[in-house]
């Protein structure tokens, strides 16, 4: 059945960051309205939330200030090593309403950008099994902040890891094993056909920093340089998914396309479309907005395939 999602400044290390983590929430099922920023897990009211893993973090630590139980916290984040946490890695912080039994049932409150596919691969278990336990819930038209029933394949599906060692405990008082520098994910090994010679998202701009890794493995969007009063415009048709502001990205715009495709304008000063709306090729989407930091009129744009990011260049034209 066709889901469709939930509705909902240096350009550095810490944006990339921000941007992959946030784009992962709206990555296959679709973008998200306001509401589902990702948040440092040293923030107050951090339940309900994605936080980014900091230096010397624990998932017992990160619980205690969540007040949320530590088994909880790992059965809603199964693929997470507990003893191996990594900077900048992602956690999703089940809020107080949320209930992660051994064994499943879990109660799983929706999320921006959620879908029964995106819940049911994060949990290891089907959307048809989510759909059954669901009956009065229609999946195309999912709200965030409600709460569903998510049963799982079987109870050994999402079992928490048992912790290891001294570093794990709730107190939260040891450290965390060594840091790492978080992996993006791997980028689709081909792009659609229909995703051919598309037009930049400037009419005049310079590459300032390219698509790619930087020298500490984290992945950088693009970035580019323009004069004062530039629009970045869509770079193919598609539907805004997502125009308003993002933390660390200023003012955002997410455009799907067909064929799984999406493309990212941030950095804006001024919105131009809103959030629903449907737009052809070349509509201007934002003003591009002014960096402190680097003195320039600065757009980060990312495209997007399968919620997997990839080089723009391999697109436009």
Known sequence: MAQRPVAGKRPGA???????????????????????????????????NWVVVQRGDTLGSIA???????????????D????????????????????APSGGPYRYQIRPGDTYSAVARRFGTTPARIQSANPGVEPTRLRVGQVIQVPLRGATAVAASTPSSSGNRSSGNSTSAPA???????????????????????DDYRIVRAYGTDTHGTLQPMLLATSRGARAKAVADGDVRFAG???????????????????????CDTLLVDDGARVARGTPLCEVGFSNA????????????GGK????RRVLR
């Open 14 to 48: 810490h944006i990339a960051l921000t941007l992959i983590c946030v784009l992962t929430l709206l990555s296959l099922a679709g973008c998200a309205s306001p509401g589902g920023e990702v948040q440092r897990s040293g923030d107050a009211g951090i339940a309900g």
């Open 64 to 78: 205690a200030r969540a007040d949320v139980p530590l088994a909880r916290l790992q059965r809603f984040n199964p």
């Open 80 to 99: 997470v090593n507990p003893s191996r946490l990594a900077v900048g890695q992602r956690l999703l912080i089940p809020s107080q309403q949320e209930r």
């Open 180 to 202: 790492r520098t978080a992996t993006p994910p791997p980028a689709p090994s081909a792009v659609p056909n229909s995703a051919r010679n598309w037009p930049w998202p400037l």
């Open 245 to 267: 502001s993002m933390r660390q990205l200023g003012r955002v715009v997410i455009v799907h396309h067909a064929d799984n495709l999406q493309s990212v304008y941030a950095l």
């Open 294 to 305: 680097t003195e320039r009129f600065d757009l980060l744009f990312d495209m997007r395939l």
């Open 309 to 312: 990011p990839i080089d723009p």
